[in-house]
């Protein structure tokens, strides 16, 4: 009768299999070693996950009592670039992702006229939950959640970000920035660097800064082209 080899990293894959079964997701004490990594994911991605599972579970500002769920971008095969907006939308909060439903058609419009698309794109939001009743928001909330944004940056590495409005300058660069001063000028944050751009949504009451997202538009191509 053949008897097969032991293999200890067979073993080591069938009990870590076992201890997922059982509702385990991480070995105490030995994040290298994840089981997530044990699946076949690298440690990069790993974190990623770790980071959505603790990010939707986050409670730290009253938006979680009001919030459908967390909006989160779970799809990080794209990471070279990154799209960072404001806050979510009702389709958001209901779709569980960022820049979705109209607010996406109108960007799928803007990126089209470079050459990119939003799939090229992670996306992200300052913000992770919906304000309710239409409401901004509130400093405190801005300042709790922006953490999660530097977290994401700091996981995922992006060379570029293109951001919208006025919440990304305030929450990268600091509180007194304005979208009017630092608009269509690179910034280097960390690894990455951004350009910063008026909203979608702005546009669309004030026909006027077209121009200048476009202008901003075809710096951020360039900053791109120049990535190949
Ligand atoms: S808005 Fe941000 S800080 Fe507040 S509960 Fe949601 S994820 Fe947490």
Not at 44 to 53: M, Q, S
Request: charged content about 30%.
């Amino acid at each position: 009768m053949s008897k097969e080899a032991f293999n200890p990293l067979v073993e080591i894959r069938k009990y870590f299999q076992y201890l997922q079964d059982l509702g385990y997701s991480l070995v105490p004490n030995c994040k290298e070693f994840s089981l997530k990594m044990a699946n076949g994911l690298t440690s990069k991605e790993a974190d990623l996950l770790d980071f959505f599972e603790t990010l939707s579970l986050c409670q730290d500002c009253g938006l979680y009592r009001t919030r459908k769920q967390t909006v989160i971008d779970k799809n990080f095969n794209q990471q070279d670039i990154m799209l960072v907006g404001e806050y979510p939308s009702r389709e958001d909060d209901f779709n569980g992702y960022p820049l979705s439903g109209s607010i996406r058609e109108h960007l799928q419009k803007m990126l089209l006229s470079i050459g990119l698309r939003v799939e090229d794109f992670y996306t992200s939001l300052v913000v992770k939950c919906k304000p309710p009743y239409g409401r901004l928001p509130e400093e405190e909330e801005i300042s709790l959640c922006k953490r999660h944004l530097l977290r994401e940056i700091t996981l995922l590495r992006p060379k570029l970000i293109l951001a919208f409005g006025n919440l990304p300058p305030r929450a990268l660069l600091g509180e007194s920035e304005s979208i009017i001063t630092v608009r269509g000028k690179p910034f280097k944050f960390r690894e990455s660097v951004i350009i910063f751009t008026y909203h979608p949504n702005y546009m669309q009451k004030n026909p006027a800064v077209k121009r200048l997202i476009w202008e901003d538009l075809k710096t951020f191509k360039k900053l791109y082209e120049s990535l190949k």
